[in-house]
């Protein structure tokens, strides 16, 4: 009993390593994370620094003059920026709930040994993943056939739905953590498909749902392509979509400075500190929901990312 507790203290030991290592890998990571931290904050102190500031002595952490011209200047419309918010907020929740739903239903069936088409399904994932039909045809699928056009489903069904990569991932875990003899016992027990895969399979496939959800959450909120693509009426402009459009304008006026008054426009326009103003608006809510992800991040990914 002695001897058995004097080789369990020394695996331990073994597994935590020595008080110096693992005080220098703490270091080693605060610092990275410092480093990785000082973007951030130099695109916040741009986006409050005077435009002359910029103009002269470049992007600085301690600038001279402070300002918030660049977020009166975006914030002179404040309807349409929140209206931007609130159509973000319901694509990004609304199609990562739906994303995650369908990818665990053809996920769930591709990692069940006994189900007659698994490879076939298993094939048509990762064809998608290699080939695609091109720019026209889906640009013609969803305007000619389903059209979509100005519609909030839009900036929700083309090209972010389902996403065969993420497809994989879910199928591996599901393979790998989800043990085959905890469905037989519940099948003997007279519980069916549905309900084995609502109270069974997704309760212990946190972590994976989670990770697979942040990364859809990340992909709906930067998403400004389908906005530009199928997108004219206000009403339905995205947060990414209006701030791209913005910076779109201001490299418009940019290059047309003939006139003389898109040249007194563009003189008195914090060009470089909105630009820093629209990344900080853009990226600010994601930031914060990045935490309550982070926790599963790593297990659902090295579990679900071994590909078999």
């Known amino acids: 009993m002695e001897v058995k507790m004097v080789n369990q203290k020394r695996f331990r030991t ?30 916040l102190i741009a986006s409050f620094t005077d435009e002359s500031i910029l103009r002269t002595g470049g992007y600085t952490y301690f600038p001279k003059i402070w300002s918030t011209a660049a977020y009166r200047y975006l914030f002179i419309d404040i309807h349409q920026l929140i209206r931007a918010y609130g159509v973000t907020i319901v694509i990004t929740v609304g199609g990562t709930l739906t994303s995650l739903f369908i990818s665990s239903l053809v996920a769930y ?82 519980a069916g498909e549905w309900r084995i895969f609502f109270q069974l399979v997704l309760p212990l496939s946190v972590s994976v749902l989670a990770t697979i959800g942040m990364f859809t959450t990340l992909a709906y909120w930067n998403d400004w392509f389908n906005g530009l693509i199928f997108i004219s009426d206000s009403n339905y402009f995205s947060v990414q979509y209006l701030m791209t459009k913005a910076l779109l304008n201001i490299q418009f006026l940019t290059s047309h400075t003939e006139n003389a008054n898109s040249a007194k426009l563009i003189s008195e326009m914090p060009q470089n500190s909105i630009i820093m103003a629209m990344a900080v608006i853009g990226i600010g809510p994601i930031l914060i929901s990045y935490p309550f992800f982070q926790k599963y991040l790593v297990k659902g990914l090295t579990v679900g990312s071994v590909k078999g």
């Open 109 to 190: 069936p591709m990692s069940r040994q006994d189900f007659p088409y698994r490879k076939i399904l298993s094939f048509y994932v990762f064809f998608t993943i290699l080939l695609n039909g091109g720019l026209v045809p889906w640009y013609l699928v969803y305007t000619q056939i389903i059209d979509l056009r100005d519609t909030i489903w839009a900036l929700m069904i083309p090209g972010l739905l389902m996403n065969g990569f993420n497809v994989l991932i879910m199928r591996t875990f599901f393979s790998n953590s989800v043990p085959i003899s905890v469905i037989e016992s519940a099948r003997i027990d007279g």
């Open 14 to 43: 073994h597994r935590e390593g020595s008080p110096w290592a693992s005080g220098l890998l703490h270091v080693f990571f605060l610092v990275m994370c410092v480093f990785c931290l000082f973007p951030i904050v130099l695109v």
